[in-house]
């Protein structure tokens, strides 16, 4: 198989930058999407000593009004994995939250799906970023969820929540369309982040929160994994934990563990007229 070609969205994240360095490590190109020329060079020197090649393209995922938008970054980089990594942070009030961590990133899933070439699309969500309470959440755990909603974080929430959605509902048909396709639709879902050093330990999978929250670099190590698996597919809730990553990605990638509970899938597929 050829070397993949990864397309990262939000290449300059806290996030982004743990991640770019393990996957050119991994003899992966990487094309990194930054929005501040600036950043040009900070990105281009993590490439120094790895054997994967990594390029950037410098464009504002504000402008990414429409799936063709979208759709002529995938021409140019001709990707074979998407990942999205960006967010607005809440940063330029609601309205880009809405245009970034909804809009842009809904136009990417489209097209990625769209795209025969791409066979990964990775999405960094949010643990509490789901409507109905999982069996395996304590009710502590579905209030901090509930809060979130309705007063911490209420536009992120509805913003991060149509992508998940509809990255969900189209990975759900095209397996029941197109069952022969190798696509491998991930919802990683980390919860509160910190900038603490890895741990290289997690809890994964279906999860409680307790108090507990995971730094930006398990998030990262974890992301690489992931993506190196064949299995992994679903959405991947994440905090840190005792489990080594790599025995925790195994676990949940082979054994088709989802933390989707009893979300409704369905209503999601009819929602977007799919
Ligand atoms: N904060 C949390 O506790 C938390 C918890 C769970 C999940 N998440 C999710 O984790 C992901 C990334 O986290 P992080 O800590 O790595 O975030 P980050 O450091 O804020 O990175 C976000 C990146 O998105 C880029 N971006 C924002 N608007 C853009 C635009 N219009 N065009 C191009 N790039 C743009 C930013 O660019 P600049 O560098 O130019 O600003 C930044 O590099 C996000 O999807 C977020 O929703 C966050």
Not at 36 to 53: F, R, S, T, V, Y
Not at 103 to 113: G, L, R
Not at 160 to 179: C, G, H, S
């Amino acid at each position: 198989m050829s070397v993949p070609q990864v397309l990262l969205l939000g290449g300059h994240g806290k996030i982004a930058l743990y991640l770019t360095p393990l996957l050119l490590a991994r003899s992966w190109n990487v094309t990194s999407v930054i929005r501040n020329p600036d950043h040009e060079a900070e990105i281009l020197k993590l490439g120094q000593g790895k054997p994967g090649k990594v390029s950037v393209l410098v464009s504002s995922l504000d402008d990414i009004k429409s799936v063709a938008d979208a759709q002529a970054i995938l021409d140019k980089v001709s990707p074979e994995y998407v990942v999205w990594a960006a967010g607005a942070g809440g940063k330029g009030g609601v309205q880009r939250t809405y245009a970034v961590d909804q809009d842009a990133a809904k136009h990417f899933i489209t097209s990625s799906f769209a795209t025969p070439q791409v066979r990964k699309f990775l999405l960094i969500s949010h643990l509490g970023s789901r409507k109905t309470r999982p069996s395996w959440f304590s009710s502590a755990d579905w209030d901090r969820t509930l809060k979130l909603w309705d007063s911490i974080l209420p536009d992120y929430c509805k913003a991060k929540w149509e992508a998940d959605q509809l990255q969900t509902a189209l990975a759900a048909v095209t397996k029941r369309r197109d069952p022969k396709r190798r696509f491998q639709s991930i919802n990683l879902r980390p919860g509160t982040l910190t900038d603490e050093p890895a741990t290289g330990k997690v809890s994964l999978g279906q999860i409680p929160i307790g108090d507990r929250n995971v730094s930006r670099e398990n998030v990262a190590i974890v992301a690489d994994r992931l993506l190196a698996s064949e299995d992994a597919e679903g959405w991947v809730d994440l905090l840190n934990g005792d489990e080594p990553i790599d025995d925790a990605v195994e676990r949940v990638a082979k054994g088709k563990i989802d933390a989707i509970g009893d979300e409704d899938v369905d209503g999601m597929i009819q929602k977007f007229g799919l």
